[in-house]
């Protein structure tokens, strides 16, 4: 018998991170920041709030630490901010920008 048959499994959260030839930079407005693309060049401007995503995926985190750097710094729900941040995490997958489970 499996020794491990009984007991709860247990669940890693999944962790994101910003991959090393992207890097985020403040912009020149006020809440404003400035996504670079280092391999191509390519530059992206970002609002407020997904620069507090991305300034957490600097240095890797959770889909729920995303929720809540939102909830901290902005006036929305937690479901709210999980759907923003799980949205923003699908999106910014599809440039290759960030990796999974690092």
Do not use: H, K
């Not at 994101?16 to 006020?30: I, M, N, Q, T, Y």
């Not at 996504?35 to 970002?46: E, M, P, Q, V, Y």
């Not at 997904?50 to 901290?72: E, F, H, K, P, R």
């Amino acid at each position: 018998m499996n020794s491990f048959t009984n007991r709860e499994q247990i669940t890693i959260p999944q962790q994101f991170a910003l991959r090393s030839w992207v890097s985020l930079e403040p912009g020149l407005e006020e809440n404003e920041w400035v996504l670079i693309d280092n391999r191509s060049g390519a530059i992206c401007t970002c609002n407020d709030s997904a620069g507090v995503l991305l300034v957490a995926l600097q240095n890797g985190t959770t889909c729920d630490q995303l929720a809540d750097a939102l909830t901290s710094r902005f006036d929305v729900s937690v479901i709210e901010a999980r759907q923003d941040a799980l949205l923003f995490i699908q999106q910014l997958s599809g440039t290759g920008f960030v990796y999974e489970n690092f």
